[in-house]
């Protein structure tokens, strides 16, 4: 269960900062396991140039039996449930590692009902439901000031997107309703991708590194492609659950403790 302050926080926000998600054993095997499959350079001049310091690769949660847990921790599994629905899926996944310096291409980009709808927020008698949402896993420490993920607190109910300048979106001007939240290695930061969000470039001495998770609502995809439970180390059937490509009628809930969503019941699953 999610309390009821993390609710009013989510509301609030659009996101939620889930503090000592993991122990430093699961930081350091999970680092280990990145150290190994996606080795950093940033010595290297033209490798740097290549990738501007800013390295991104997708189906992390393969990599390692400890990255697999990360598709349904236990200190995380009560927010999915609560915030997206009982029928969360995992939709796809990838890995954020920046140097110092590492420069991002995109802008501020995100907001209520984009992406062909498939990027939400609702709220109806006190139940919230996200669309498309992103799970963030931090390996290393966000101080202040030291760039990486920033998003706009409450624009996940803005009425007035469209007016969202220009030069703010592309970093041209930064304004103080864009905020860079404050992190440390072993938390987790849960965002909608109905709030604005991006990414500033990276200026501590160590390296961002972060996993992205992100869930939809079970019948709901962004991505093109699904997950194969072949690629994976003996998926628990939970797990095999939130792999699983999307489907509305008879999709069993996710969790194994949680009752079915049965197709009589109301959309959010009450
Ligand atoms: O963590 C970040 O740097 C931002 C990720 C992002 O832009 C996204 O999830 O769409």
Redesign the pocket.
């Known amino acids: 269960m999610i309390t009821a302050e993390d609710k009013f926080v989510f509301d609030l926000q659009g996101y939620i900062i889930i503090k000592n998600v993991l122990t430093s054993e699961e930081i350091a095997e999970i680092n280990e396991a990145c150290d190994r499959i996606f080795p950093r350079d940033y010595s290297d001049v033209e490798n740097v140039k290549e990738t501007g310091g800013v390295r991104r690769t997708g189906q992390v949660s393969k990599w390692s039996p400890a990255c697999q847990q990360l598709i349904d921790h236990p200190n995380v599994i009560p927010y999915l449930k609560d915030l997206i629905g009982p029928t969360f899926r995992l939709d796809h996944d990838y890995c ?1 590692f920046m140097g110092q310096g590492g420069e ?1 291409k ?1 802008m501020l ?2 907001g209520p009902e984009t992406a062909n709808g498939c990027q939400f927020y609702k709220h109806h008698n006190g139940t919230i439901r996200n669309g498309l949402s ?1 799970l ?1 896993f931090f390996f290393a420490d966000a101080g202040p000031g030291d760039g ?2 920033v998003c706009v607190p409450g624009s996940h109910k803005s009425n007035f997107l469209s007016d969202f300048p220009i030069d703010v979106q592309t970093f041209k001007r930064f304004e103080p309703y864009v905020i860079q939240p404050v992190v440390e290695a072993g938390d987790a930061l849960l965002f909608t ?1 109905a709030l604005v ?3 500033l470039p990276w200026q501590a001495e160590h390296e961002r590194r ?1 996993f ?1 998770y992100k869930y939809s609502p079970g019948h709901i995809s962004f991505s093109q492609t699904y997950y194969h439970p072949d690629d994976y180390f003996e998926l628990t059937e939970q797990q095999k659950r939130i792999l699983s490509p999307p489907a509305a009628g008879g999709r069993p809930a996710s969790l194994d403790a949680t009752e079915s969503v049965s197709d009589n019941k109301n959309v959010l699953g009450e």
């Open positions: 954020i991002p995109g980009h995100g992103v963030t990486g993920f991708e969000h991006g990414t972060t992205l």
